[in-house]
C-alpha cells in the first residue's frame, strides 16, 4: 500500500448554514449548525486515507481541547499523528464556515498554533517510510524545506498554496513551486497569481513559467484540467447536488494522488478525482470524502471502466 505525509493545517471547523450575510450591526438566523474537523492538510490526510493510501500527518496544535479533539478525529480515521507538534500556549486553529443553501462557502479562519509550525520540524525521520509528500500551505518556508527533503530522499511531490501562495506573486511562487512533481490550484488562485481576467489567460502564463510536473486547475462545477509537458487534459465535472463545496479542493488533490501512486493515465487521475470531489460536494463538511470502493462504484454505474 502506498503511503503520504501531509504537512499543513489542522483546524476545528465550525459550520454555520446561512440563507444570506448580516450587515454591519445585523444579525440573521442560521438554518443548521455542524462541527468537524478541519484545514487543507488535514482533510487531505483523511480523504486519502479512505481512498486506500496510508497517511501520516505533519502539523501543530495548540494544548486545548479542541487541539485533542482533532487529533483524535485524525486518529480514528487511521492517519498517523505521532508527527503533530503540541505548543503550549497557543490556542488550536478554528474556522467558521458560512454555508450558503447552494453549497458555496465564505470562512473566516483563526490560524493559531498552525502558525507555529516551523521547516526545523519537518524532518526526513518523518518522512523516511512515506513514497509522496504533500504540502497544503501557501508558506514558502515550509514548501522549499519540503522540497529540498523529498528531492533528496527520492519522494515525489505536491503543493496546494493556495490563495495565501497565490497572493505573494508569480516570482515567489515560481521559485516555490520549481520541480515539484503536481501543482494544484483552483481558477481563482490561478488568476489571482497570474493577475489574468480569465483562467484560460492565467493558464497560458501558468505554463510558462510555473516549471513543475504537472499543473492542475479545478473549475468547480466545470470540472478540471492538468497540463504536462505542453499537453492540456481537460475532464467534465460531474453534476450532483452541491450540499457543502468545503473541502473539495482538499479531496480532489487526495483522490488525483492516490490515482497518480497508483499509476493512472493523467485523464484518469482527472477522472477520478473530480468523481470523488463530486461525491463530497453532495455532504455537509470538510471531511465528508468518499472511500475508494464509493468512487469506483459511481464511475462504473455511469458506464466509465477504470
Known sequence: MP???????????????????????????????????????????????????????????????????????????????????????????????????????????????????????????ALAEVDHVHVA???????????????????????????????????????????????????????????AKDHREALDVIAKRIEAKEIVVTLGDKGALAISGGEFIYVDAFRLQPVDTTGAGDTFAAAYISARLRGRSLYERLLFANAAASLKVSRPGARSSPKYEEVIYFLRSLGYKI
Open 137 to 195: 500551505s501557501g508558506r514558502v518556508e515550509i514548501i522549499l524545506r519540503a522540497k529540498e527533503l523529498a528531492k533528496e530522499m527520492g519522494k515525489s511531490i505536491s503543493v496546494d498554496g493556495g490563495t495565501a501562495l497565490a497572493k505573494k506573486g508569480l516570482e515567489v511562487a515560481s521559485k516555490a513551486l520549481a520541480g515539484v512533481d503536481v501543482v494544484f490550484m483552483n481558477q481563482a488562485e490561478a488568476r489571482l497569481l497570474a493577475e
Open 3 to 125: 503511503s503520504v505525509a501531509s504537512i499543513g493545517n489542522l483546524n476545528y471547523d465550525i459550520y454555520l448554514k446561512t440563507p444570506e450575510l448580516p450587515g454591519l450591526d445585523q444579525s440573521v438566523e442560521a438554518l443548521e449548525l455542524y462541527t468537524g474537523g478541519g484545514g487543507s492538510a488535514a482533510n487531505f490526510a483523511v480523504a486519502i486515507t479512505r481512498l486506500g493510501v496510508r497517511a501520516k500527518f505533519i502539523g501543530a496544535v495548540g494544548d486545548d481541547f479542541l487541539g485533542d479533539i482533532a487529533l483524535r478525529d485524525l486518529a480514528s480515521e487511521g492517519v498517523d499523528v505521532s508527527s503533530v507538534k503540541k505548543i503550549k500556549g497557543m490556542r488550536s486553529g478554528v474556522v467558521v464556515v458560512l454555508v450558503h443553501p447552494d453549497g458555496g462557502k465564505r470562512m473566516i479562519a483563526y490560524r493559531g498554533a498552525n502558525m507555529g509550525l516551523s521547516p526545523d520540524d519537518i524532518g526526513g525521520e
